[in-house]
């Protein structure tokens, strides 16, 4: 026979056994059954913080005439809007008490 080194077998045989495991665990391990938590009714914590201040509502203002050039969505919308005034405030979130509070720029 061939004289065989043990220490390269031993690396091949090292090499082989990293190769044959998972690259991955198993789903079984990232998969948490919750089910029966969710059957339970989860009691309210006693010691949660209260909300404060007015309930908002919803604004309703005029009714929109109707324009038949106006675009089919509200994206194609923002892309004219975009095309036309770059750099032109589209959106505005307002606080509870009317004041502008962020501004969304749209531009192409």
Sequence with gaps: GVPVNSRVSSKIQQLLNTLKRPKRPPLKEFFVDD?????????????????????????????LGVVTNWPPSL???????????????????LDTTGKAIYTLTYGM
């Design 35 to 63: 089910f029966e938590e969710l059957l339970e009714v989860q009691q309210p914590d006693p010691n949660q913080p209260k909300p404060e201040g007015n309930q908002m509502n919803v604004l309703k203002g005029e009714p």
């Design 75 to 93: 994206l194609a919308a923002l892309q004219r809007w975009g095309t036309t005034q770059p750099k032109a405030p589209c959106l505005t979130a």
